[in-house]
């Protein structure tokens, strides 16, 4: 799935110093093969654009449904990463549901709880964190004509398989509003590149597999609007995780990327690990709204129920003292590693807010903390608290 480059470091790790722009340029020599894509109703700047109309009486037929979610699948993996789902939902359902998001932000606007995004300040963009959740609550209805979207269901299961997880965030881009600097998606593209550096090779490999990006149109997308920006096939580059933060790859982006205009209804589905991101809104009257999904695998649970905020109070007393009495700091990490919970997410993005990047403490940086700082239990306890609250859903 990933073309490999000549390693200068230890085997099995990547590194920024090992990122070659030439590297990248040879991957994205691949152009899109229209034969690989007998049900697409033709090829865009290199993206297979598929019409849901013609797909719905194909997926009537289980067998030939599982060839479309083959070809879908081979597609965001060794072909050029992204798919384009033309008509996917009716504008009515996106429309209901744009009216229910509309008065969610007008309501955290009025309450002053005003959400940027990652790339972007409140104001230049308005942003709603879950609304997955959201929706569900403010028109039940809404959600259940928009998320029985039988092209949704194909994407994810074509890439997933089953009971995959569905999570959103709209994103709207407002007139003026500047665009994203060239990235990958989550979970590996969340992290620092030096967080990054310290996962295996074969985790940089596995984690687009974990999760299928998606966006809906929420409006129609006239370039000038500032749809998302894509390079076809970057997805297959190996250190792509840790070269998309070079100036070198940002600079190569902005020259050879690809934009698609989108209609109200067209879904856009891409593997996290394709180098993307949204464009500038050169309009004076478009606010440019997308229902942002991240769907991800059921496989990326642990096989117990666990209360590590539970374990890290009981331990954490016999932390200290073993520290005090000399215990090593590496030692005392490993203890950490087991004990709290590792990854920052999932979390509350409209509370729990990312403060250096885009990812928030998790409970094991805020014990480690603690720990450097040889703060008593109580003191620990209030800011498990703390990190509990921020949270919960709601």
Not at 1 to 16: E, I, K, N, Y
Not at 146 to 154: K, Q, V
Not at 202 to 217: K, N, Y
């Amino acid at each position: 799935m990933t073309a490999t480059s000549t390693p200068t470091t230890a085997p099995g790790f990547r590194r920024r110093e090992d990122c070659r722009l030439e590297d990248l340029v040879r991957v994205l020599q691949d152009r899109t093969d229209p034969a690989r894509h007998p049900h697409a109703a033709g090829i865009d700047q290199g993206v297979p654009r598929y019409e849901a109309a013609t797909l719905r009486p194909a997926l009537e037929d289980p067998a030939l449904a599982d060839v479309i979610r083959a070809e879908l699948a081979d597609a965001l993996a060794e072909g050029p990463g992204i798919v384009v789902l033309a008509g996917a939902f009716d504008p009515d359902v996106v429309a209901r549901a744009t009216a229910a998001f509309e008065d969610v932000i007008a309501r955290e606007k009025a309450s002053g709880q005003m959400a940027g995004d990652h790339f972007a300040s409140p104001g230049a963009n308005d942003r709603v964190w879950n609304a997955l959740e959201k929706l569900a609550v403010a028109d039940p209805q809404a959600f259940v004509a928009y998320y029985a979207n039988d092209m949704l269901a194909l994407a994810a299961e074509a890439w997933l398989g089953p009971a995959y997880q569905v999570t959103s965030q709209v994103n709207v881009v407002n007139p003026g509003g500047k665009g994203q600097t060239v990235h990958r998606d989550y979970h590996l593209g969340f992290q620092s590149p030096e967080v990054t550096g310290r996962y295996p090779g074969r985790v940089h490999d596995v984690s687009p597999l974990l999760t299928l990006q998606g966006a809906v149109a929420h409006c129609d997308m006239p370039v000038e609007s500032g749809p998302t920006l894509y390079l076809p096939h970057s997805q297959k580059y190996s250190h792509g995780y840790l070269a998309y933060w070079l100036p070198e790859f940002q600079d190569y982006f902005v020259d050879h990327h690809v934009q698609l205009p989108l209609r109200t209804g067209d879904a856009v589905f891409f593997n996290p690990a394709l180098f993307h991101a949204a464009g500038s809104n050169h309009t004076a009257d478009v606010r440019r709204m997308a229902n942002l999904l991240q769907i991800s695998s059921a496989f990326g649970r642990a096989m117990e129920t666990v209360d590590r905020d539970r374990i890290v109070r009981l331990v954490y007393p016999a932390l200290l003292a073993a520290r005090a009495a000399g215990m090593p700091e590496a030692d005392q990490h490993r203890v950490v590693a087991a004990a709290a919970e590792g990854y920052a997410f999932p979390t509350n993005l409209d509370r729990d807010t990312p403060v250096d990047g885009m990812t928030p403490a998790s409970q094991a940086d805020v014990v480690r903390v603690a720990l450097a700082q040889g703060r008593t239990p109580e003191s620990l306890a209030t800011h498990l608290d703390a990190v509990a609250h921020a949270k919960l859903s709601h």
